[in-house]
């Protein structure tokens, strides 16, 4: 299983992608400067505490060292998906000297790339998604999930989250 709230590492070791397994695919040099845009817009299922722990996690890693197994300088407006499955994940661009992530509603604009790479991505377990399987096993089936429940305005530390779920695993409400 693919655990981006751990350290992971975007390898090129496969040239025959599993495009429904976990990978990434990286759009590289920017040919124009996205003056077309498409917008997206849909209901919105709203974001768990996990992936927004996940997402900060991510930006940190991106933003702070080199994920890749290769030597790697992002440029203006490169593009990085990473994928749980075929159309299911994170999409990022690299705006003002940083990575970003993208809203997947809203405006976007439309890169034309010159290259692109792409791979799998290795990951190691967190202890955050280790804790919430053992919390997943214990919760009774009418108890709502204090991941799921709906928290989105709420900012929390996968210190503290880690702690609520230890402490429903230890039988405490």
Not at 72 to 79: A, K
Not at 80 to 94: A, I
């Amino acid at each position: 299983m693919c655990d981006l709230n751990g350290p992971f590492k975007l390898c090129t070791c496969s040239a025959d992608i599993d495009y429904s397994k976990p990978h990434w695919i990286l759009h590289m040099n920017s040919a124009n400067d996205g003056e077309e845009v498409v917008v997206t817009i849909g209901l919105m299922k709203p974001i768990n505490l996990i992936d927004k722990i996940e997402r900060r996690k991510v930006l940190r890693r991106l933003n702070t060292i080199n994920v890749f197994d290769f030597d790697y300088s992002p440029s203006e407006n490169d593009q990085l998906e990473l994928n749980y499955e075929e159309d299911y994940g994170y999409k990022f661009t690299f705006k003002k000297g940083k990575w970003v992530f993208e809203e997947w509603h809203g405006e976007h604009p439309i890169f034309e790339h010159q290259n692109t790479k792409e791979g799998l991505i290795e990951s190691l377990p967190s202890k955050l998604k280790e804790v919430y399987k053992r919390y997943l096993d214990i919760i009774e089936e009418e108890e709502m999930d204090i991941v799921q429940c709906g928290w989105t305005n709420l900012r929390m530390s996968e210190k503290k989250l880690i702690e609520l779920l230890e402490k429903r695993i230890k039988g405490k409400k």
